[in-house]
T-cell receptor, first 114, second 111 residues
């Protein structure tokens, strides 16, 4: 167990809908990362937050947004869902969010868009 | 941005054999190279990492080598066991704190 928690574990929804994925980082970690894992694209970095502020942005679609709250938990919002958004979404956390820190991954949320 | 290529995509070995997975990266500024193991349906877990101030690091049956000149790093697993079967991902840091991952190698260790 990495200490990173994610809810829900599974999510099934329909095209056009909106969902929210939740992540709680390890105790003491200030930085949260979101990744999307699909079969053909591997692990794709979406976005990083550090202590409530956006720090880095990767291949995140405009339909997706995220935020980190004062208690350091983070939410990833996915809207106008398409079939291609079906994937595993991982959250990871690290202490300071610097470039040589270990990132600890949560168990993931499996999203299925029908 | 950073581009990480990983080979092979699948690797089958007999128990007790060694396994080698290779990665190349494009950004000469990258200086942190972690390896993650992901078992089916589970989260990626860090198994070893290397920073650019060293050329090799070993942890029991696992070792990683880094050639900064060639922009190449490799994972070596000796005396493989069935429980080593998983998908292995290499990564390199890019930008301030992000990681770019390779597409993964599925390792199958047959008893």
């Amino acid at each position: 167990d990495s200490g990173v928690t994610q809810t829900p574990k599974h999510l099934i929804t329909a095209t056009g809908q909106r969902v929210t994925l939740r992540c709680s980082p390890r105790s003491g970690d200030l930085s949260v990362y979101w990744y999307q894992q699909s079969l053909d694209q591997g692990l794709q970095f979406l976005i990083q937050y550090y202590n409530g502020e956006e720090r880095a942005k990767g291949n995140i679609l405009e339909r997706f947004s995220a935020q980190q709250f004062p208690d350091l938990h983070s939410e990833l919002n996915l809207s106008s869902l398409e079939l291609g958004d079906s994937a595993l979404y991982f959250c990871a956390s690290s202490v300071e969010g610097t470039d040589q820190e270990t990132q600890y991954f949560g168990p993931g949320t499996r999203l299925l868009v029908l | 941005g950073e581009n990480v290529e990983q080979h092979p995509s699948t690797l089958s070995v007999q128990e007790g054999d060694s396994a080698v997975i290779k990665c190349t990266y494009s950004d000469s500024a990258s200086n942190y190279f972690p390896w993650y193991k992901q078992e089916l349906g589970k989260r990626p877990q860090l198994i070893i990492d290397i920073r650019s101030n060293v050329g090799e690091k070993k942890d029991q049956r696992i070792a990683v080598t880094l050639n900064k000149t060639a922009k190449h790093f490799s994972l070596h697993i000796t005396e493989t066991q069935p429980e080593d079967s998983a998908v292995y991902f290499c990564a390199a840091n890019s930008g301030y704190s992000t990681l770019t991952f390779g597409k993964g190698t599925m390792l199958l260790v047959s008893p």
